[in-house]
């Protein structure tokens, strides 16, 4: 079994043994009754989508449920802020940076582990087999993203020179298409635009998240990535309304356990697909890379931490400061103390 499937397979086991929430056990009514969640089309919405789909929400006293996309993570940003959206569920690296530049945003939850989600692809005719192949071919990739950290990490665990490397600056429908047309030889982009650029293009990857495909140690597990998809709320509207934040963990808690459960996987898959209106079977294909764990652990510290170096080392923050400074686990740890091996430090 591999390390990605065992991981997998762990979490849903700690998912499966949580107790199931009986409706209006958040505490108290939602002080808001019309829930807006900041949304994206790829799978760690998946969790919600399920919520929203069985009624999961209305349960426990949201009277309706919004979605909004953002075309920009510091929009959602000033969304949460200004509360046009009570939750948002992004990669680690934009709320990282949002609390550094004076965005008082805080991590209520760990969604989604996506370490393998990640992928460099590159044009076979553009023969790239060792790293330093890299140094010939343009690399289209969305700057500031989780991309950008992941092409750091790469450099740095080959000896590559970051200054050297063709970067433009492209968001991943961008990627694909001058992929196609050969204007950049390579994408490093999350999924699914790997698997489009995939089919549409003959190609191959050359380096995943977790693992290289070069060809002096193809198959070796190499973490460039420490991606994960995060809870996060306003600091001003958590202590404003405790129980409309309770009940919303509480629901994605359920969903995520949901989720997990691998006799679900294809309900799951069919009900987002149909939400998103998207190819199932592109979903099916791209299932395996991402692990829904609710745990705070060491490793949600040390992704998180890796994050915010590179933020640092980018010039894109000053002054770091601890994860856990801005982590909010007790509610978590109330619902299910098994879920807390690190506590967070926030408080309302």
Excluded at 22 to 49: M, R, S, T, W, Y
Excluded at 60 to 78: I, N, P, Q
């Amino acid at each position: 079994m591999t390390r990605r499937r065992w991981g997998w397979l762990v979490c849903a086991l700690v998912l499966a043994v949580l107790p199931a929430l009986p409706a209006g056990a958040a505490g108290g009514e939602p002080e808001v009754k019309q829930l807006a969640l900041g949304f994206g089309i790829d799978l760690p919405f998946a969790p919600h989508i399920v919520a929203i789909k069985k009624g999961w929400f209305k349960e426990v006293g949201f009277s309706d449920v919004a979605t909004k996309t953002f075309t920009a993570g510091a929009l959602a940003g000033e969304a949460l802020v200004a509360a046009q959206i009570q939750l948002w569920t992004p990669g680690n690296l934009p709320p990282i940076s949002m609390y550094h530049n004076g965005i008082p945003v805080v991590i209520l939850g760990t969604n989604c582990v996506n370490w393998g989600l990640d992928k460099l692809v590159v044009r076979t005719d553009a023969n790239v087999n060792a790293p330093q192949d890299l140094y010939r071919i343009k690399i289209g990739l969305l700057q500031g993203s989780t991309a950008s950290a992941d092409l750091h990490e790469l450099a740095v665990h080959y000896g590559l020179d970051e200054k050297r490397l063709q970067i433009v600056n492209l968001p991943p429908p961008e990627q694909l298409a001058s992929l196609v047309s050969g204007t950049v030889q390579g994408l490093l982009a999350w999924e699914p635009w790997p698997y489009e650029a995939l089919k549409r293009v003959d190609s191959k990857v050359v380096h995943t998240g977790l693992v290289s495909g070069f060809a002096a140690n193809k198959g070796e597990r190499v973490k460039i990535s420490d991606n994960r998809s995060v809870f996060v709320a306003s600091q001003e509207f958590v202590r404003k309304n405790p129980n409309t934040i309770r009940a919303i963990i509480q629901v994605l808690l359920r969903a995520q356990r949901y989720v997990a459960d691998p006799k679900n996987k294809e309900e799951v898959l069919q009900m987002f697909s149909e939400f998103q209106k998207q190819d199932v079977e592109a979903n099916r294909a791209i299932w395996g890379d991402y692990v829904f764990n609710p745990v705070f652990d060491d490793e949600y510290v040390k992704d998180m931490e890796r994050t915010t170096a590179f933020l640092e080392s980018a010039g894109r923050i000053k002054s770091r400061t601890n994860i856990l400074d801005y982590t909010y686990s007790d509610i978590i740890g109330e619902l299910d103390p098994t879920l807390v091996k690190v506590k967070g430090r926030w408080r309302p």
